[in-house]
């Protein structure tokens, strides 16, 4: 609890002890009293916004902030608040709760920066690479596979696999539904390698693709599918240039 000065009157036992203080340098304090020496509250816009609900009186949560406790280590707190008033309607101060975040904030980072790291191998990679959910639906897909399929990285998220990733084995009918390879996966979590497929792309054109596709699990639950495509155009065309070669050296004989 603080008062009308927003300086702590009252903090349960556990509280000092969450940021390595006495209650003797809690009570009378005030929270940005304890803020990393690198932040400077006065102008950083979260605490600007923050000073601005406390002077209008208004309610506040999930205020995040970085403090820095004896021994130079930081560590990062999480408030609540709401305002209190006396039986007058006087504003006497604040209650509410404070914890700390920081393991919360160290995943958050490294799930960040695995994140980024695998955002930047999907981008780099010459692989077609497109993610669905458990449903089917696009979920990522990396610049390589938007580029052969002619679409927008925006404009695939969301969508359908199966409209966007429209492939039949050369010389055959369109798969669909249970026939998919892909949906098998999805459906059974066992992964799927295919060549000599024909990829509908947005000019209309076939394209020549091998794919993989593999399942995302959680524990037993398929919860989703990577497809890795490469174009083979090139490399079926080259095959068929050897071939041609091959058999007028052969009528030559």
Request: glycine share 12%; hydrophobic share 35%; aromatic share 6%.
């Amino acid at each position: 609890e603080t008062d009308e000065n927003h300086r702590y009157t009252y903090v349960s036992q556990k509280g000092p002890s969450t940021i390595r203080r006495s209650m003797a340098e809690v009570l009378g304090a005030r929270r940005w009293d304890f803020v990393d020496r690198d932040v400077t509250v006065g102008a950083d816009i979260k605490w600007v916004k923050h000073f601005q609900d406390l002077q209008s009186r208004r309610p506040f949560r999930d205020f995040e902030y970085r403090i820095c406790i004896p021994g130079g280590r930081r560590q990062i707190m999480r408030v609540n608040g709401v305002p209190v008033h006396d039986p007058d309607g006087e504003f006497i101060g604040y209650r509410g709760t404070a914890s700390d975040v920081t393991t919360e904030w160290r995943q958050r980072e490294i799930i960040e920066a695995l994140s980024q790291r695998s955002s930047a191998i999907l981008g780099a990679a010459g692989e077609g690479i497109v993610g669905v959910d458990k449903n089917g639906n696009c979920t990522f897909i990396n610049p390589a596979a938007a580029a052969v399929i002619g679409l927008s990285v925006e404009g695939a998220i969301g969508k359908d696999l199966h409209e966007i990733f429209r492939h039949r084995p050369i010389g055959e009918a369109e798969c669909a539904g249970v026939d998919c390879p892909i949906q098998g996966t999805l459906s059974d979590g066992v992964a799927r390698s295919l060549s000599g497929q024909g990829l509908h792309v947005s000019n209309g054109d076939l394209v020549a693709i091998d794919f993989t596709c593999s399942a995302m699990t959680e524990g037993d639950e398929v919860v989703g599918g990577v497809v890795v495509f490469r174009d083979v155009g090139e490399q079926h065309a080259l095959q068929a240039q050897l071939m041609q070669v091959s058999k007028l050296a052969t009528l030559g004989e």
